[in-house]
């Protein structure tokens, strides 16, 4: 059996559980981060790219997409891998998903305590690249094991491009300082 860390299969069988575990999850992170309330009045003071979304848009936009990964890991798991696998190459297939989605999720979560936390927008690129990368073998993955999977992935990967060139325009229209370290 290949190496894997991942959530347990449980979580994954049930479709309530793959859909609130990660929903909840971000949210708890976004409470987390924004306790004091800052996050909005920092985004609002940070100088914008063109075609940047009011900060109201997060919130449901991330909820809609950790639904829909959570879904997406859900239908992967009952699906089965009838696409041409079996056997050893099934289990493996379905390891190496479980351990590229469960790490994309931790770096997603990561994203937001970088950016708005430590206020490092350099820190907070680097990991959404590795993200996107992660999330790119991941569809990868599941283009081969459940197409549903990865059609579900695919609105999740274009906002990852889209908060990539967000950071990436921030950072250098901010001198890649935001928050207090800018008053310093």
Do not use: C
Not at 4 to 16: G, Y
Not at 52 to 74: E, N
Not at 123 to 137: M, Q
């Amino acid at each position: 059996m290949a190496w894997s860390v991942s959530f347990p299969r449980e979580v994954f069988t049930s479709p309530i559980l793959s859909v609130a575990a990660p929903t909840a999850a971000g949210l708890l992170v976004g409470y987390l981060v924004n306790r004091k309330g800052r996050t909005k009045e920092t985004y609002k003071s940070l100088r914008q790219p063109p075609g940047y979304p009011p900060a109201w848009l997060f919130g449901p936009v991330w909820s809609i997409l950790y639904g829909a990964m959570g879904y997406a890991a859900h239908h992967a798991t009952v699906a089965g891998y009838s696409v041409g696998t079996t056997g050893s190459a099934a289990q493996s297939l379905g390891t190496t998903w479980k351990t590229l989605y469960t790490s994309q999720l931790v770096l997603n979560y990561l994203w937001m305590p970088l950016f708005f936390g430590l206020r490092r927008p350099a820190l907070a690129l680097a990991d959404i690249l590795l993200l996107g990368g992660n999330v790119a073998a991941l569809m990868h993955t599941w283009w081969y094991a459940d197409r549903t999977a990865f059609w579900l992935t695919v609105p999740y990967a274009a906002w990852l491009g889209f908060a990539t060139y967000l950071n990436v325009g921030v950072g250098v229209l901010n001198k890649w300082t935001i928050g207090r370290q800018k008053e310093e």
